[in-house]
């Protein structure tokens, strides 16, 4: 049976906490409380979101133009400068002359260059965002992969996990960029999104 103690008495339970700390453990509940609130449904999403445009959007969307073709239609047939980004060993090995790549590998790049373009757009702008940051995802793991076997990065440019460093290219800031990504597939876009207009609109 519990008993309460009586009025004017102290408190001389073990658990009990001196009344100036229980009212700031208090007060912090109440303050972080109301701001959950305020963010909830929208923040972490667009947070993301918002993130990923300010520091990787241009960033891809360069990279990705710069392997397009010439003309109206070089969205389908990729630039040299592609097949040497994105099959460096397969692009030597044919001594740089994409025409005799077999058709395969000239699916992947055509895939990669478009996955380039059009993931970014379509996570910046929240529509079919968690399919589009986990392909996101995968990309950076291969252009991660591709960068270490294939152009070199190594040393303190690859980096390492839990060193004193925070600068290397890989380990630190791919990692970060994964992250992002991560949070947009864990929370979704938030309401701030097209998916969110889509849901309610066909809901």
Do not use: C
């Not at 004017?8 to 339970?13: P, Q």
């Not at 994964?178 to 097209?194: D, E, Q, T």
């Amino acid at each position: 049976m519990t008993t309460t103690p009586l009025s004017g008495m102290r408190d001389t339970r073990p658990n009990a906490l001196p009344a100036p700390i229980g009212a700031l453990i208090g007060l912090h509940e109440r303050v972080f409380s109301a701001l959950d609130g305020l963010l909830a449904g929208w923040f972490n999403g667009f947070a993301a979101r918002f993130t990923f445009a300010s520091l990787l959007l241009l960033y891809y969307l360069n990279s990705g133009v710069n392997k397009l073709g010439d003309g109206l239609f070089g969205f389908l047939s990729p630039s040299v400068g592609a097949y040497a980004t994105i099959l460096p060993p397969v692009f030597e090995n044919h001594g740089a002359d994409i025409a005799t790549i077999p058709f395969y590998w000239d699916a992947v790049v055509l895939l990669g260059t478009w996955a380039e373009l059009l993931l970014p757009i379509l996570i910046v702008l929240g529509l079919f965002s968690r399919v589009a940051a986990l392909g996101m995802i995968g990309f950076v793991l291969v252009q991660s992969y591709v960068d270490i076997a294939f152009h070199g990065i190594s040393g303190k440019y690859l980096g390492a996990m839990f060193d004193r460093f925070p600068d290397a290219i890989i380990f630190d800031q791919r990692l970060l960029w994964i992250f992002v990504l991560v949070v947009i597939v864990a929370n979704g876009p938030g309401k701030l999104s097209l998916d969110h207009v889509l849901a309610r609109r066909f809901r």
